[in-house]
């Protein structure tokens, strides 16, 4: 009888999910496009992913091990920064700079602001645009497709220099185009997203309101105005799905209020959309979200909800 | 040690302006994309500020004290017109590629903190001696971040081929760019932490970084306009 009336402190509804959980799920999310990467790009993809992944996971244990801090290998978080930053690199990029961009991801990125959870930036885009700035020819050499006929420009290039009717959307779709390992199957990124919302792992506030945004700004402001198939051309080209679904729903770098969300999914879309139809390139998903990461916490400080039974009072003299 | 050498000795270790004091971060930043250049923006300090500090130095008692910082900068601001129409004349690829930031060292707070906290108080000599340590620590200071950034973006050694010239090398131009002076200047202020950790264990330590120069308030030349005075670590620029 008393045992009904013992009450422990809170919480007393606990989730099975960890860390680790959530990162494996994430990791089987990937594997349709990591799959459709190697067999796209061959062998040579399998090599520079398992490189990838192997340089994050060993940066993470040796910073460890440097600064006396628990190992943090067993969370997953490296293998998926590692994967992650792997879809984000051509084929045809040499492995040591893969390796520096993984060290630059996990070391400078995560483990020197804190480590998982302290970051302030997606490590694996961190570590993307650190190498696109740093060997952007080698990052932009796309040449190494299976297909022969599209070898060369990215679908985004060729839409911006010889126009709409240089690419088909179908092959934009299933990923018979050249791009990066892991960016060129919407339909890959797609079965990872569903995997992923039905797991639980991401709810669709950020990705909806990141296409949604960049739909709409490239109908009434792109290059072909107000044309849906150059719509749809943009959202299949290039590393939007990949950044929308993966990117910019990692839990660290954004905004935890469900308003939050939706404005930084409103961001992220804006800067995409601004970056490529006025920018020097063809692509500018990564630099989206992470400039939309930095401005996490100013979209957190304002959209915090209101706690529940807690009216607003209106403090006289005070406007806010 | 005698107090010229103590003056060196201060000006490149204890208070190095680039990795302790964090004085001039605006050229550090901004000219140290190869070796050559920092060494030239820091050669071109070194020469302005001993100049400045010996003549502030003997005009200290005649310079009015309501109207010292403009004294100082008229000072400072000609001898960079002689140093920048020198280099002009002499070496012009070097003025080219300094750019702007030649006249800019008449506003490079170095200068006009060394003429306000030493040389508007002490003799000629010690000033002049001042004037070198500080300006070599900064030459220092300029010449490494430019020697690493250059080495890791252009792959080159004073514009001699270093590692460029291993087949398949190439190099991260980040380095050369904005972002690499943050990273590669972080890295070095971090590495100069630890030594300043080590020195410290061992009973010899480093001055704070970007305080007070003196943490003297009642000597302090500042101390009529100062708001900082009961904080510790007030910064004085």
């Known amino acids: 009888m008393s045992e009904k009336y ?73 293998v998926v920064t590692g994967l992650l930053l792997a879809m984000n690199l051509p084929a045809s990029l040499p492995w040591w700079e893969a390796v520096i961009g993984a060290v630059f991801a996990i070391i400078i990125v995560k483990m020197m602001f804190g480590g998982l959870g302290q970051n302030f930036m997606n490590p694996a885009l961190g570590g993307r645009c650190f190498l696109l700035i740093a060997f952007a020819a080698d990052m932009t050499n796309y040449a190494s497709s299976k297909f022969e006929a599209y070898s060369g420009a990215t679908p985004l290039a060729m839409i911006r220099n010889e126009g709409l009717s240089s690419v088909n959307v179908m092959d934009m779709l299933t990923g018979k185009i050249p791009g990066t390992i892991g960016e060129t199957s919407v339909i890959a990124i797609l079965i990872g997203a569903i995997i992923m919302i039905l797991f639980g792992v991401i709810d669709l506030k950020i990705p909806a309101s990141y296409i949604i945004t960049f739909a709409v700004f490239m109908f009434i402001f792109g290059a072909e105005r107000f044309n849906m198939n150059y719509v749809v051309a943009q959202l299949c080209g290039g590393g939007l799905m990949l950044g929308a679904f993966f990117m910019a729903t990692d839990y660290v770098t954004s905004p935890i209020t469900p308003k939050g969300q939706i404005i930084f999914g409103i961001c992220c879309g804006l800067l995409t959309g601004l970056f490529r139809c006025f ?42 | 040690m005698n107090k010229y050498t103590e003056r060196l000795y201060n000006g490149v270790i204890k208070e190095n302006p680039t990795f302790v004091l964090m004085l001039g971060m605006c050229p550090t930043l901004a000219v140290t994309s190869s070796a050559i250049n920092g060494l030239g923006m820091g050669l071109s300090t070194l020469v302005v500020l001993v100049c400045s500090n010996l003549l502030i130095s003997l005009f200290r008692n005649i310079i009015p004290n309501g109207v010292r910082i403009p004294a100082f900068i008229v000072i400072v601001a000609s001898l960079v017109t002689v140093v920048q129409l020198l280099m002009q004349a002499y070496l012009p690829a070097l003025s080219k590629s300094l750019g702007v930031y030649i006249p800019l060292i008449v506003v490079n707070c170095i200068i006009l903190g060394r003429a306000e906290s030493y040389a508007s108080k002490n003799g000629p000599l010690e000033s002049v001696f001042d004037g070198i340590g500080m300006g070599l620590g900064f030459t220092m200071g300029l ?13 080159t050694f004073f514009g001699l081929a270093f590692l460029s010239s291993i087949k398949g090398y190439t190099p991260a131009t980040i380095f050369i760019m904005a972002p690499g002076a943050f990273l590669v200047l972080g890295f070095l202020v971090a590495g100069m932490n630890i030594v300043r950790k080590k020195m410290e264990a061992k009973g010899k330590p480093l001055a704070e970084p970007a305080g007070c120069l003196s943490g003297d308030c009642a000597n302090c030349g500042m101390s009529a306009g100062c708001t900082g005075k009961s904080q510790a670590a007030g910064k004085s620029e």
Request: hydrophobic share 50%; proline share 4%; glycine share 8%.
């Open chain 1, 6 to 78: 013992q009450v422990s402190s809170s919480p007393h509804v606990r989730a099975k999910d960890s860390t680790s959980n959530v990162m494996l799920y994430v990791i089987i999310a990937l594997l349709p496009a990591a799959l459709f990467g190697i067999y796209n790009f061959g062998y040579k993809a399998l090599i520079l992913i398992l490189v990838t992944i192997a340089a994050c996971v060993a940066s993470e244990w040796v910073f460890d091990r440097i600064v006396h801090r628990k190992n943090s290998v067993p969370d997953l978080s490296a």
């Open chain 1, 279 to 320: 920018g020097a390139n063809a692509e500018g998903v990564s630099f989206a979200i992470i400039l939309s990461n930095l401005l996490v916490p100013i979209i957190e400080k304002f959209t915090v909800p209101r706690a529940f039974g807690v009216v607003k009072v209106k403090e006289a003299g005070k406007n806010e």
């Open chain 2, 143 to 155: 010449t490494i971040i430019g020697l690493i950034r250059e080495i890791l973006g252009a792959g």
